[in-house]
Nanobody
Framework: EVQLVESGGGLVQAGGSLRLSCAAS????????IAWFRRVPGKDREIVSC????????VYDDSVKGRFTISSDSAKNTVYLQMNSLKPEDTAVYYC?????????????WGQGTQVTVSP
């Protein structure tokens, strides 16, 4: 059974940092791409970043480039999203997603989400 468990969300002031973690299980971790999406109430989910574990290729949305860093630890089957210089517009529920073999693949499995709130 594929499981994706997010943690690390919370409340932070603008300019602060948070690190999200996604613990993955139930599939060969190094073969798949893992992405972070976020959703603001009333809007569609949008992709924030993705890492292709077998190529170590990373992708970022323009809105987070230079502020967020995605990384992967194969020994722990965990993907991280380091979020720096947070802005109020980063407030959302963040979801970890298994994307299939590539970051361009459609999302296949979702975690339960973790709330990130950035106060002005």
């Amino acid at each position: 059974e594929v499981q994706l468990v997010e943690s690390g969300g919370g409340l932070v002031q603008a300019g602060g940092s948070l690190r999200l973690s996604c613990a993955a299980s139930g599939f060969p971790f190094d073969d798949y791409a893992i992405a972070w999406f976020r959703r603001v109430p009333g809007k569609d989910r949008e992709i924030v970043s993705c890492i292709n574990n077998h190529e170590r290729h990373t992708v970022y949305d323009d809105s987070v480039k230079g502020r967020f860093t995605i990384s992967s630890d194969s020994a722990k089957n965990t993907v991280y999203l380091q979020m720096n210089s947070l802005k109020p517009e980063d407030t959302a529920v963040y979801y970890c997603t298994q994307m299939g073999y590539f970051c361009s693949s459609p999302p296949q499995y979702w975690g339960q989400g973790t709330q990130v709130t950035v106060s002005p």
